[in-house]
């Protein structure tokens, strides 16, 4: 046989600093001794009791079990199992183990986005197990993620939709967009051209720069399918018109109309054919006679 334990259990017990010695299926010989005691205190403690409460319980099982249960002369051992406790055993008992910390274990599955969801929080994984199931152990402190029992990341407990990202667990070119690097995206783009560098500080020149990240690699996607060149000139075109809209540009490069002469501005309006002349509208002084006297106006 061989006994498969919970993860649980085998974590409490390496908390503890104990090991489980498993009995075998349908082996009642296996366990004897552990079952034989429940017998024993079944018989000789519980029956024919009457007890006012838990309280009163607890208090005369402990007083049951050093004046009879402990000082009886024992059928194996024939000797008293508390002189034999406090004279050989107290001794090699291991300390108490700290309070143990109750972990949550689940098995989790690594996301395009390099990240695993426990406990309603996201955590990076490396990117080496992309797409695989590790397990993970989370306690109040710590999260811990293993792959076939291998410890392959820690991260510090975060409060329930959060997210914490190790950037080092993201491949190079995804590392500016999942931990929001602005100043390395518009570099990346001005390493394509002044205008096209320009044009993306431009899109990123808001509160929240991250909601535009989105338009900057789309940006950078035109760069990879029609060159630099044709997408320099086109975006030095569009801030010559003050016009930042991508989908614009991208209309403009499919087109291929980034070349085109700008239009001519239109030639001042002629003067219009009804238009009075400004000197009809100079002022008139009229006298009038109201009541025997004059009035100017």
């Known amino acids: 046989m061989n006994p498969r334990f ?3 259990w ?3 017990a390496q908390h503890c600093g104990f090991a489980t010695d498993a009995a075998r ?3 009642p010989k296996d366990k004897p001794k552990v079952e034989r005691n429940v017998q024993y205190v079944r018989g000789n403690f519980w029956a024919g009791e009457d007890f006012a409460g838990l309280a009163d319980a607890q208090e005369r099982a402990a007083s049951w079990c050093r004046r009879t249960a402990g000082m009886r002369i024992h059928g194996t051992i024939a000797a008293r199992p508390a002189e034999v406790f406090a004279g050989h055993e107290a001794g090699l008992l291991l300390p108490v183990p700290a309070a ?4 949550v274990f689940t098995s989790v599955k690594v996301h395009r986005d390099f990240h695993v969801e426990v406990a309603r929080s996201l955590y990076s994984a490396p990117k080496e197990y992309l797409g695989r199931r590790l397990d993970a152990r989370a306690d109040s402190c710590l999260v811990k993620l293993f792959h076939r029992g291998q410890l392959v990341k820690t991260h510090p407990r975060a409060e329930p939709g959060r997210r914490v990202t190790d950037s080092a667990d993201l491949p190079a070119e995804k590392t500016a967009y999942a931990m929001r690097d602005v100043a390395s995206l518009a570099r990346t783009a001005r390493g394509h051209g002044d205008a096209i560098g320009v044009y993306a500080e431009r899109l990123l020149d808001t509160d929240l720069p991250w909601t535009k990240m989105r338009q900057v690699y789309r940006l950078l996607g035109l760069v990879r399918r029609y060159g630099p ?8 075109r569009a801030l010559d018109l003050d016009v930042v809209n991508v989908t614009k540009i991208a209309s403009m490069l499919e087109k291929a109309t980034e070349n085109t002469p700008l239009p001519a501005r239109p030639a001042s309006p002629a003067t219009a054919r009804f238009a009075r002349d400004p000197a009809e509208y100079r002022a008139v002084q009229l006298t009038l006679i109201t009541g025997g ?5």
Not at 100 to 103: T, W
């Open 6 to 8: 919970t993860a649980g």
């Open 10 to 12: 085998l974590d409490y």
């Open 25 to 27: 299926v349908r082996s």
């Open 100 to 103: 143990y910390d109750v972990p």
């Open 229 to 236: 060149g044709p997408v320099d000139t086109a975006y030095e």
């Open 293 to 297: 006297q004059e009035v100017t106006r």
